[in-house]
């Protein structure tokens, strides 16, 4: 840079910095606590834009769809029918700017916020919440790590990743014993930022404490522009079970790549990935998706509220209904819940209110909402999905199934 | 075995970066400018491909027809009506403008199409076939080659044509060249509509195999900017070249490295070059 751009540089900054700061002292005045007010502001931060604004834009429709239906139902009645609104935060997937953007919401006086998908992120932002005393819920970031720092503030929606890997795991030995597939040799790759190494090295544990051989796990970047390379190297290693959490971009990069270099599997076994329980990410890529199993946190598709769910939310965002909005819509009724009950915005009666949670109610495939010391749900649960002909269908547990699996898979030559 | 697919599989997706970058270097050669709008511009065209193949049936490949002109247009007129004005300003402001409209066409595009994945399913988007083991990409390969010749033509361009030696003294000597006749904003008009056209093709190429989002023109943007230093700046041809280098070690980094680390081949290779000749592989001076 030139010495031109240098000096102008410093005053510009300088700016910068004096706007922002008068910014943060703006929030200060609408503190209110136990008078009964209009609004309740919830802070919700998530990726709407950068590279995870596909997974953004589900959580902001759930998010949305909550607050509307609550706000119409006549919003939180031990609090004279104050209504909720959302402040949003966009983190476009940096840490940092994560970070910022919940300290903002909290200034502008959120009085419990959502956040933030990537769990990376979640990360970072939720110790802004912890340090200012304001309760945090993660819909779902499922890093162990999240949950294992001892916060006293933070509530976690989805089953953790440890806790996931081992359902995934032994759903898998099930699933290739049932049959009579091969899965001698497993192949873990993963995307290696927080979420995809936290899913990744718990799988691999898990998988081994099931008796199985890993063969390899590798990490690789999710922000590639291209991973042929990386899925050439796992075809070397002549794997018969290809288990895989990814990101957006990167899990349809692995897919072409493998259908380009004809590298077949008995089973592409995704954990916690999320377009794989999206079906609009199965109708865009059509045959390629196809057959793919998941292993993460589902909806119940069997009860009435959940087909009522899916119904209203494909009418009103011309989409189906993945985890990844349901989960912060579920976020929004579980605070909404404590709001309730605690009769106030207080962030201590508010905390208090959310350790006490206790909700069933909710379409979710898994047990009540509960939560234990570190913040975890302990109804939490993982099922497996599988997506033929671009339709997506749990096949597993039963009690949950709408579908057999379609096994075995055919090669990509015969699709 | 697995190292020749990963270098094989990095040439050709070099190739691409190659396209991406020789557009981009070729602004900067001429007009001093860093276009951060580069990869937006090509998301942009691809969003037209897969309107034209989902709304139309109209193959990828037909597209270029009018996605190449499209582009071409629309770069003639981001140069007239936006880069033009501050063409003498200081770096900073030249920075806020490009990003600016790199903001606007991405937020644009999420607004309108949404952020969701997208692709063209056409029977030859995995096409491939068997070159002694090595599996090789029949879009790909035929990407490779059509941005090979894309580049080629390029130099020949820049080299051979009245128009071509007008864009090359505007980049040595503006003043000299409006002095001689020359008339500035418009050869860079040309310059600007060339280089987003030549992106345009890149994107067109891209979508057979690859997928559409808002987004998707991010990685290649910051892969084309470590290209364009690496093949030296203004140097199209350089870019070219720094692009199947860059192919290719990523390739090979992907197969040797885990995760993340990959990238720090490309990075090594790029400080070795700045530490040893700063001026680019191929420095400045031989095709601009």
Redesign the interface.
């Known amino acids: 840079?030139?010495v031109?751009?240098r000096r102008?540089?410093v005053p510009?900054a300088i700016g910068l910095v004096t706007v922002l700061a008068l910014a943060a002292c703006g929030g200060e005045a609408g503190d209110s606590s136990d008078a009964s007010p209009d609004e309740i502001e919830i802070g919700s931060i998530g990726p709407f834009?950068?590279?995870n604004?596909?997974l953004?834009?589900q959580w902001r429709n759930g998010v949305t769809l909550a607050v509307e239906e609550i706000n119409a139902a006549g919003g939180i009645k031990s609090l004279g029918g104050a209504k909720l609104k959302v402040l949003e935060g966009d983190h476009t997937g940096k840490p940092e700017v994560g970070a910022s953007q919940t300290e903002r919401v909290v200034q502008d006086g959120a009085v419990a916020v959502l956040g933030a998908l990537e769990s990376g992120v979640t990360l970072v932002s939720s110790q802004v919440t912890e340090r200012q005393g304001v309760p945090y819920i993660v819909p779902l970031s499922s890093s162990t790590e999240v949950t294992s720092r001892g916060f006293k503030r933070l509530f976690r929606i989805i089953e953790g990743s440890d806790a996931g890997a081992r359902t995934a795991a032994s759903q898998l030995k099930e699933l290739t014993a049932e049959h009579g597939l091969s899965a001698q040799r497993i192949a873990v790759i993963h995307e290696?930022s927080t979420f995809g190494t936290s899913i990744g090295t718990n799988t691999e544990k898990a998988l081994k404490e099931q008796g199985l051989n890993v063969v390899t796990r590798?990490?690789?970047?999710a922000?590639?522009?291209?991973?042929?390379?990386?899925v050439?190297?796992l075809k070397?290693m002549n794997p018969d079970i290809l288990v895989m959490s990814s990101y957006?971009?990167d899990a349809?990069?692995i897919l072409?790549a493998m259908?380009?270099?004809?590298f077949n599997v008995n089973a592409i076994f995704g954990v916690r990935v999320g377009?794989f329980t999206d079906p609009?990410?199965h109708q865009?890529?059509?045959?390629?998706s196809d057959y793919v199993f998941n292993s993460d946190v589902g909806m119940d598709e069997v009860s009435e509220r959940g087909k009522a769910i899916s119904a209203t939310y494909q009418k009103r965002f011309d989409?189906p209904l993945a985890v990844l909005a349901l989960y912060p819509y579920v976020s929004v009724y579980v605070l909404a819940d404590a709001l309730e009950r605690a009769g106030s915005t207080d962030k201590e009666k508010l905390t208090e209110a959310l350790r006490a949670t206790s909700i069933t109610d909710m379409p979710l495939a898994a047990g009540a909402i509960k939560f234990d010391d570190a913040g975890n749900n302990t109804g939490g649960l993982s099922v497996l999905s599988q997506a033929v002909g671009g339709k997506l269908s749990v096949v597993f547990p039963a009690e949950y199934a709408v579908a057999e699996p379609t096994l075995p898979v055919p090669a990509?030559k015969q699709r | 075995m697995l190292y020749a697919q990963s270098i094989v599989s990095g040439l050709l997706i070099g190739g691409v970066y190659g396209l991406i970058a020789v557009g981009l270097s070729t602004v900067f050669g001429v007009m001093k400018i860093i276009n951060f709008a580069h990869g937006t511009i090509m998301m942009v065209g691809m969003f037209v491909v897969y309107y034209a193949w989902r709304a139309l049936g109209v193959t990828p490949y037909v597209s270029l027809l009018f996605v190449v002109p499209l582009l071409f247009l629309f770069g003639v007129a981001v140069q007239l009506v936006l880069v033009e004005r501050v063409i003498d300003a200081p770096p900073d402001q030249q920075l806020i403008l490009t990003m600016g409209l790199s903001l606007f066409l991405l937020g644009g595009a999420q607004l309108l199409w949404g952020a969701d994945f997208r692709t063209v399913d056409v029977p030859y988007g995995n096409a491939a076939f068997d070159l002694a083991g090595v599996s090789v990409s029949v879009p790909r390969l035929v990407a490779f080659v059509a941005a090979g010749a894309l580049a080629g033509g390029l130099f020949w361009l820049l080299r051979r044509t009245d128009l071509g030696r007008s864009i090359r003294a505007v980049a040595e000597q503006p003043d000299a060249a409006a002095a001689v006749g020359i008339n500035l904003p418009w050869t860079r008009a040309l310059t600007f509509g060339i280089a987003t056209g030549c992106v345009g093709v890149a994107g067109t190429l891209l979508t057979p195999f690859y997928y559409v989002t808002p987004q998707v023109g991010e990685p290649f943007t910051l892969i084309a900017f470590v290209v364009v230093a690496l093949g030296g700046l203004g140097n199209p041809a350089g870019a070219f070249v720094g692009g199947l280098l860059v192919g290719a070690i990523e390739g090979l980094g992907g197969a040797l490295l885990p995760g993340s680390t990959k990238q720090l081949l490309i990075f090594i290779v790029f400080l070795l070059v700045l530490v040893v000749r700063p001026q680019g592989l191929f420095g400045r001076r031989v095709a601009l």
């Open positions: 840079m030139s031109r751009y102008r540089a510009l834009t950068g590279p604004a596909a953004g834009e290696d590798m990490p690789y970047n922000e590639s522009a291209d991973l042929t390379p990386e050439s190297k070397a957006y971009n349809a990069l072409r259908q380009q270099l004809d377009p609009k990410f865009q890529m059509g045959a390629v989409r990509w």
